[in-house]
């Protein structure tokens, strides 16, 4: 499975990005995907999965503000609004043949190449 990951950049704190994840490969194998990021100096760490029937899980931080979506050709979407300084980071989307949840992200076998987004204050 490859990834391909697009849609970072610069915002102003507060405001909006739409990442987008377009993958290939043995997708019908494919059931988990999500978002993690890693700030500078930072561990890499989750943001958001998604099951393939849907099901969303967050991170306690981007609850509420984040919403994690995939389509059924299984394009990968993180709308991020309200978005913080403590935001920015290299945003990776990853994928699974199983499920991410409790997963420590070194054992996840997917990822695209990163894309990253920076909040200014």
């Known amino acids: 499975v490859q990834l391909q990951a697009s849609g970072g950049g610069l915002v102003q704190s507060g405001g909006s990005l739409r990442l987008s994840c377009v993958p290939s490969?043995?997708?019908?194998?494919?059931?988990?995907m999500g978002w993690y990021r890693q700030a500078p100096g930072k561990q890499r760490e989750l943001v958001a999965t998604?099951?393939?029937?849907?099901?969303p899980i967050y991170a306690d931080s981007v609850r509420g503000r984040f919403t994690i979506s995939r389509d059924n050709a299984q394009k990968l979407y993180l709308e991020m609004d309200s978005l913080k300084p403590e935001d920015t980071a290299v945003y990776y989307c990853?994928?699974?043949?199983?499920?991410?949840?409790?997963?420590?992200?070194?054992?996840?076998?997917?990822w695209g190449q990163g894309t990253e987004v920076t909040v200014s204050s």
């Open positions: 998604i099951t393939h029937s849907g099901r």
């Open positions: 990853a994928a699974s043949f199983g499920t991410l949840s409790g997963l420590r992200w070194q054992n996840v076998p997917y």
């Open positions: 490969g043995s997708l019908s194998s494919v059931r988990d």
